[in-house]
């Protein structure tokens, strides 16, 4: 049996949170391990149970979800952040990613998404849905940055062709079936891009592709 999920829960609704506590407790892989009404307590309380993923919330008194991010994930041993947001492309999410969260998520996306999301993040992958991945990108940063386009040049060929269809925010068995490679292939090649590149997760590897100029219009179908 693989190990628990153990999540903190940062969110201003009690009623949204117990919401989303109900959902997550019903996994056996998943556990509510601490709860969370602002950003500052989500600090305290991260420090104090040290969670696998926290489920963030954007707009929160005192602290909000983007400061709080930067702050957990400059620990020694940060947790994965999934973001939430109550619209699509939400401003504070975008800074949020920037921030080094793992991805966004909308509030009322359905429970086996939301459940899926967590599983995701805690396995280093993206939560960017392949229709919103482009937008995202265009409000991130402009493509063409010298220092990651010298990056992205230390990649191999067969690297830089996964982070290329990654970048469409497909995962790595749609990967594997567009590039008509074994899953397992694309698991190791993606390991290579991170490590090389340097970068936390797939949404970092994403944003970096894009600063170097990767993902042009006309590049990147």
């Known amino acids: 049996m693989s190990p628990e999920i153990t999540v903190l829960l940062v969110e201003d609704q009690a009623l949204v949170r117990a919401g989303f506590r109900m959902v997550l407790d019903s ?111 265009d409000r991130l940063a402009p493509p063409a940055d010298p220092a990651a386009a010298r990056l992205v040049a230390t990649l191999t060929d067969r690297e830089t062709e996964v982070l290329r269809v990654m970048a469409r925010g497909h995962s790595n068995a749609e990967i594997a079936a567009a590039l008509a490679v074994g899953a397992g292939t694309v698991k190791t090649h993606v390991r290579h891009i991170l490590t090389k590149l340097a970068v936390r997760d797939r949404v970092q590897a994403v944003i970096l592709a894009h600063e170097a100029g990767l993902t042009r219009p006309g590049r990147l179908p």
């Open 27 to 137: 996994q056996p892989d998943l556990r509510v391990v601490g709860e969370a009404a602002d950003g500052l307590s989500a600090l305290a309380e991260a420090a104090r149970v040290t969670p696998d993923v926290v489920v963030m919330d954007v707009r929160m008194p005192h602290l909000d979800g983007i400061e709080a991010t930067r702050r957990l994930l400059a620990a020694p041993h940060p947790p994965r952040v999934l973001m939430l947001t109550t619209y699509d492309l939400d401003d504070y999410a975008v800074a949020a990613i920037r921030a080094g969260a793992s991805g966004f998520l909308l509030k009322d996306a359905p429970a086996e998404q939301f459940l899926s999301a967590v599983r995701s993040v805690h396995a280093g992958d993206a939560v960017l849905a392949a229709s919103t991945t482009r937008r995202l990108l």
